[in-house]
């Protein structure tokens, strides 16, 4: 039987909401969080991301870039709820941060440029939270900016993001004219005066009231489509009461099967408190969403949202400082308190926690606990790494990890003075415990230390990391992109025989494999296919098992340059064992050298990766960039016209991008931007090779 303290722990978690800011770069997140902070009172002066002051983007590169590189958490009330918020970048380079968070998060706030709508990064991080099941709003921002326009943005949403966006509110006044919206669930106006903090409530201006009637219903219309309470009352009165409409919508925002709209201007402080409401009122509470799952053994474990459960909580982001380690973590379950010891169910280590720390961006205050549904940052686990599972020693669990994905880019890094090679590699490791999407690793070739990341930024601002936090000297070298290598025709019938006999035991394989290009329709993520088409049990299914496993060591090198192979299917067709030297070794043996040599017999071809590139550039200087993006062996697949500047876009090989943004910037006199978006790989010029298949 359940005490009245969990009842009232229950009660608390009901009033938690653990969110993130989602956004291309330059729509406003971080100008965002700074007014939820500001309207919220939890801090006094509005911080601005061009006067580098705001709170969030608190490292030096993120202010003199003027763009958010790092998660940032913050906390703050409203309406008696604590909102847990984290900050995520909108850079591609820094696609992996945003991932680290959306494991941890129960809903997210994706802002949105009113005159650009869906960018392409806006799409990537959407489709990171579908991954992830996160419950979305949408918040239109920079109202107020010339060109701006609702109906658009809420199109382009509809359109390139296959969601049905449910609009909440009326824009009253356009462009430098916009100075508040109406609410269509209350059927009431909220202005914002000049320089006024706080909305004043007042009826719907008479020239708007038609309009606002006529989006109400239809809200009301394509929120009954949707949602069969609201159907059944539709029916009934042809209305929905506003009671009927919030359920609705909160529903409908958690089952993902629309996404309420609302709009506003964050720099000027217009549409925040509402924002704020539709946190509390729509995105759910760890009360709200399911119990998460982990493993143990081969066991499938659940653990609810309950203080009073097993402890079990998820790292997702470790700050490794030369006087300490600062390690994030999501509570799932359970209670942690300070001076507790945890396992890292991982490692089997495990980890005192000294101190527990509410987050605020770089700055803290220690607490005594932490419970299910607070994210809080700890200090004591000396070992922890990012997508560690840390729960109590006499209930273990594992949960899954926050995705990593491959590296694309790569530099040589070394010290400038040879004494400070072995603090280089250290500062190199330090680094790559903080982010996972880095790796370090030694050339077999050249002896070269090589630092790999997911773009050019990434690399910069990790070596700009070290030269100022650890005031090293380094010297990087030119960015080399990571290929890849696949099959355009392959091989049947492929016989290879494994036999070694050197005294005692000997090993015997023998496997026949059909090699070909996995189908298109595999998967852009497809890398592999096995499947054994043995008959009559020539080859018993443990072998089989261990062909599969050889041909994926085989994998991890290509016959063209040593790369990555991808895009592969094998089927074993035959094979034969011997009665005392078969073994799973042998087989896996067998399997990798067999899948070595169809490769050789095969034809292949090089990969290289590919991003969208979108350049915005004055329209005087459209040929130029036309003509530059060609030269660097780009497609164009669209131009359109936005605000008097003209928007391209292309998709150009990552290697051809390096040195870009000077390029363009001396091409348009300062005034061109671009972003890019990962698509992928594609054959590199000149790449088909191996042998007559």
């Keep these: 039987m359940r005490t009245h303290q969990h009842r009232s722990l229950d009660a608390a978690l009901d009033t938690v909401r653990n969110i993130g800011i989602l956004a291309h770069v330059d729509a406003g997140k971080t100008t965002v969080t700074e007014r939820i902070l500001y309207t919220t009172g939890t801090t006094h002066k509005r911080g601005e991301v061009h006067d580098g002051t705001t709170i969030t983007d608190f490292d030096s590169q993120e202010r003199d870039r003027g763009i958010t590189i790092f998660a940032a958490a913050v906390s703050c009330t409203w309406a008696g709820h604590r909102v847990n918020l984290i900050d995520t970048p909108g850079h591609v380079d820094f696609a992996d941060e945003v991932e680290r968070s959306l494991r941890v998060l129960d809903g997210a706030i994706a802002v949105f440029d009113a005159v650009a709508g869906v960018e392409p990064q806006s799409e990537s991080v959407w489709h990171q939270a579908d991954r992830h099941a996160v419950p979305r709003i949408a918040f239109v921002n920079k109202l107020d900016r010339a060109g701006a326009d609702l109906d658009t943005a809420v199109a382009s949403i509809r359109d390139r993001l296959r969601t049905v966006p449910l609009v909440v509110q009326l824009p009253i006044g356009s462009e430098d004219a916009f100075r508040g919206v109406v609410d269509l669930l209350r059927m009431r106006a909220l202005v914002w005066a000049d320089g006024a903090d706080t909305c004043e409530e007042c009826e719907v201006p008479a020239e708007l009231r038609e309009e606002a009637a006529r989006r109400r219903r239809l809200l009301e219309e394509a929120v009954a489509e949707l949602h069969p309470a609201a159907l059944e009352e539709f029916c009934v009165r042809s209305a929905l009461s506003e009671a009927t409409l919030t359920g609705a919508l909160r529903d409908l925002t958690r089952t993902g099967e629309g996404v309420v709209v609302l709009c506003g201007s964050a720099y000027r402080n217009r549409g925040v408190e509402p924002l704020l409401e539709a946190v509390v009122a729509y995105l759910p509470s760890p009360a709200d969403v399911p119990p998460v799952r982990g493993t143990f053994g081969d066991e499938v474990r659940e653990r609810a949202a309950d203080p009073a459960g097993p402890f079990a909580a998820l790292a997702f982001k470790v700050n490794a400082t030369a006087t300490g380690r600062l390690t994030y973590l999501r509570v799932y379950s359970g209670t942690l308190e300070k001076g507790q010891t945890v396992l890292d169910a991982g490692t089997g280590r495990r980890e005192r926690v000294g101190r527990i720390l509410r987050v605020q961006a770089d700055r803290h205050v220690d607490v005594d606990a932490a419970v299910a549904g607070d994210i809080v940052a700890v200090i004591g686990p000396k070992s922890v790494r990012p997508g560690a599972t840390l729960c109590a020693p006499d209930a273990p669990l594992v949960l899954e990890p926050p995705s990593v994905a491959d590296p694309v880019v790569s530099v040589a890094v070394e010290a400038r003075r040879s004494t400070d090679t072995e603090r280089l590699m250290a500062a190199l490791v330090r680094l790559a415990e ?41 010297r990087v070298g030119r960015p080399q992109v990571a290929h890849r290598e696949t099959l355009v025709r392959g091989v049947s019938g492929l016989v290879y025989r494994h036999v070694k006999q050197d005294g005692g035991a000997g090993q015997f ?6 090699v070909e290009p996995l189908e298109a329709d595999a998967g852009e993520d497809a890398v592999f296919a096995f499947r054994s088409a043995v008959v009559g049990g020539r080859v018993p299914a443990e072998y089989a098992r261990a062909v599969e496993a050889g041909c ?19 089927t074993l067709t035959d094979g034969a064992t011997h009665p005392k030297d078969s073994s799973e070794m042998a087989f896996r043996t067998a399997g990798r050298f067999a899948l070595r040599e169809a490769l050789r017999a095969s034809a292949m071809v090089l990969l290289e990766p590919v991003v969208e590139v979108t350049v915005t550039v004055p329209d005087d200087a459209v040929g130029g960039v036309l003509g530059d993006l060609a030269a660097r062996r780009g497609r164009v697949s669209g131009s359109t016209t936005r605000g008097g500047a003209a928007v391209v876009t292309a998709t150009v090989p990552l290697a051809e991008l ?21 698509t992928g790989y594609a054959p590199a010029p000149a790449a088909v090779a191996g042998g007559t298949a």
């Design 658 to 678: 390096f040195g870009y943004a000077t390029r363009l910037r001396s091409r348009t006199q300062g005034r061109g931007t671009f972003t890019t978006r990962a």
């Design 434 to 474: 903080e982010d996972p999407s880095l790796v370090v690793r030694t050339d077999a070739e050249t002896g070269q230390t090589v630092l790999s990341g997911m773009g050019e930024l990434h690399l910069e601002v990790a070596a700009e990391k070290i030269r100022r936090d650890q005031g090293l000297d380094v």
């Design 552 to 570: 994926r060591d085989a994998l991890a090198e290509g016959p063209l340059g040593g790369h990555p192979v991808t895009g592969v299917r094998v």
């Design 509 to 514: 394989a023998h496997v026949v494999i059909d």
